[in-house]
T-cell receptor, first 114, second 115 residues
Framework: DVKVTQSSRYLVKRTGEKVFLECVQD?????MFWYRQDPGLGLRLIYF???????EKGDIPEGYSVSREKKERFSLILESASTNQTSMYLC?????????????FGDGTRLSIL | AQSVTQLGSHVSVSEGALVLLRCNYS??????LFWYVQYPNQGLQLLLK??????LVTGINGFEAEFKKSETSFHLTKPSAHMSDAAEYFC?????????????FGAGTRLAVHP
């Protein structure tokens, strides 16, 4: 079974802090994704990566950056956390190729910015 | 451009009753469609997917969905609800031919099952 592991289930940080969310997958997937999930809005794509050191902006990249130094690890960075970034963050991974490959999700990190 | 609309943010059914969760999509290319389920405090788990071929797709836990191109719909059904089906359900679409399989999600439908 695919395992996508997010380093923290719950995280509390203060405004202005630099925040790192980590995600590791064990299936040698090329594609990795970061989403945020908010009630009534579903999941919105922040960034994705299709290879090591490669990244593409998603629909809501403002205030975020990412890092992918190794194939199995994809980090989301909040450069200067703000209260409107309080949310559930979900990481996912998938094989590349045609779009019929499903994404596999981690259990999420619930982030609160005070 | 692609989009997904899930009708009804909350659906409530009795145990043993039919479950019907509605999903309509728009896509300028032939779509690939997915249903995911999210149990409390967990990530999303794939229920089923439609890519090509048979339009009636069977997934896990007794769920199925039918792709209807003429109605641009991909509704999720289960003949008999179980208490363990209580969760949030997301419909998602991506376009065929894209290499990065970016998914567009609906807003989700929370299913409650009461005795």
């Amino acid at each position: 079974d695919v395992k996508v592991t997010q380093s923290s289930r719950y995280l509390v940080k203060r405004t202005g802090e630099k925040v790192f969310l980590e995600c590791v997958q064990d299936m040698d997937h090329e594609n990795m994704f970061w989403y945020r999930q908010d009630p009534g809005l579903g999941l919105r794509l922040i960034y994705f990566s299709y290879d090591v050191k490669m990244k593409e902006k998603g629909d809501i990249p403002e205030g975020y950056s990412v890092s992918r130094e190794k194939k199995e690890r994809f980090s989301l960075i909040l450069e200067s956390a703000s209260t409107n970034q309080t949310s559930m963050y979900l990481c996912a991974s998938s094989f590349p190729g045609s779009s019929n490959q499903p994404q596999h999700f981690g259990d999420g990190t619930r982030l609160s910015i005070l | 451009a692609q989009s997904v609309t899930q009708l009804g943010s909350h659906v409530s059914v009795s145990e043993g009753a039919l479950v019907l969760l509605r999903c309509n999509y728009s896509s300028s290319v032939p779509p690939y469609l997915f249903w995911y389920v999210q149990y409390p405090n967990q990530g999303l788990q794939l229920l089923l997917k439609y890519t090509t071929g048979a339009t009636l797709v069977t997934g896990i836990n007794g769920f199925e969905a039918e792709f209807k191109k003429s109605e641009t719909s991909f509704h999720l059904t289960k003949p008999s609800a179980h208490m363990s089906d209580a969760a949030e359900y997301f419909c998602a679409v991506t376009g065929s031919g894209g290499g990065y399989n970016k998914l567009i999600f609906g807003a989700g439908t929370r299913l409650a099952v009461h005795p």
